[in-house]
């Protein structure tokens, strides 16, 4: 995939960094639920989240990857 081919996808962390509960799978269905006029209180709820360490990980979470996607070191060294 090239840097024009990018998705828009976000990179989550597949399980929680503190209990180890798997929570990669349930940002789509946050944001659906975000969408959906929940608050994050709620749509944590409504996911099954309960614990302070899942919970934070999905609302800490911040996507950054479009702004890395703007250094590419490998292009840098190819093109010289």
Avoid at 33 to 58: F, V
Avoid at 73 to 80: A, F, V
Wanted: charged share 25%; net charge positive.
């Amino acid at each position: 995939m090239t840097r024009t081919e990018t998705s828009r996808e976000m990179i989550i962390p597949v399980r929680c960094f503190t209990c180890g509960k798997v929570i990669g799978n349930k940002w789509e269905s946050y944001l659906g639920l975000l969408q959906a006029e929940y608050t994050e209180g709620d749509a944590l709820d409504a996911l099954g989240l309960k614990r302070y360490c899942c919970r934070r990980m999905l609302l800490g979470h911040v996507d950054l990857i479009e702004k890395l996607l703007n250094y590419a070191p490998l292009e840098k060294l190819t093109s010289s």
